[in-house]
């Protein structure tokens, strides 16, 4: 293992919500007089802290999204983690071989404390992640693409960025961990591969079997 620490993004690389957050987000912001289709849900905001979803629209289109769009949206998504979240494929057998193996492991994610907290409970990955364990945007003044996140979640872990490696689905948040100096492992299940590697991915991957080698 060349790593001090992993960090694991949350969303679409430790349990399976993307389809269900993007397919509401994009329904949501159509019915509030901002079409959109899921295909730019996943484009424009698929890995992005709340506050990057009010700024694009409101330099888009001049409009501010109601006060409470992120209570009503999260409301909304709670609800579909409750009937349909899956953990990701495979992920549980890479978090037994971190834990096995011995080496740390985090989750770095730009949702909310509550989202990881439910999808967690939901999926049985909280027997994973202690409260410890878990940094969330909430934590830091910006969320990704800066790198404020990563560099959080090691500084508390107790390890030194170059020693860090991130689990990453998002160009986003492949941006940030490279603003942080850490290698970053592109999840190819929802993003082109290009993509990942234009924002500056170290490797790529398919599927989560693959990881642990990788690492």
């Known amino acids: 293992m060349r790593y001090d620490l992993v960090i694991f993004d949350n969303d679409g690389v ?24 899921y295909e730019e849900s996943i484009r424009d905001y698929m890995g992005s802290a709340m506050h990057r979803i ?9 409009r501010r999204l109601p006060e409470d769009f992120d209570e009503v949206f999260h409301g909304r998504v709670f609800e579909a983690f ?42 049985g990955l909280d027997r994973w992640f202690a409260p410890e364990r878990v940094f969330s945007s ?29 689990v990453e689905d998002s160009p986003l948040g492949v941006q940030a961990a ?18 990942l590697v234009e924002a500056g991915a170290t490797a790529l991957f398919g599927g989560m079997a693959e990881l642990p080698d990788l690492l």
């Open 82 to 123: 409750e009937r349909e979240l899956r953990p990701v494929p495979g992920v549980t057998d890479v978090l037994e071989k971190l834990a096995a193996d011995g080496i740390p492991y985090c989750v770095g994610s730009s949702g909310s404390h509550e989202r990881i907290r439910v999808g967690h409970r939901t999926t």
């Open 138 to 166: 909430q934590d830091v003044g910006r969320g990704k693409p800066a790198p404020d996140l990563f560099l959080h979640a090691a500084r508390e872990m107790g390890v030194a960025p170059e020693r860090c490696a991130v």
């Open 178 to 195: 490279v603003a942080a100096g850490m290698d970053v492992y592109g999840y190819t299940a929802m993003t082109p591969a290009a993509k």
């Open 54 to 62: 009010h700024d694009l629209v409101l330099e888009r289109t001049g």
């Open 14 to 37: 430790l349990v399976d919500s993307e389809p269900l957050s993007n397919t509401i987000l994009a329904g949501y912001l159509t019915e509030l007089g901002h079409p959109t289709s």
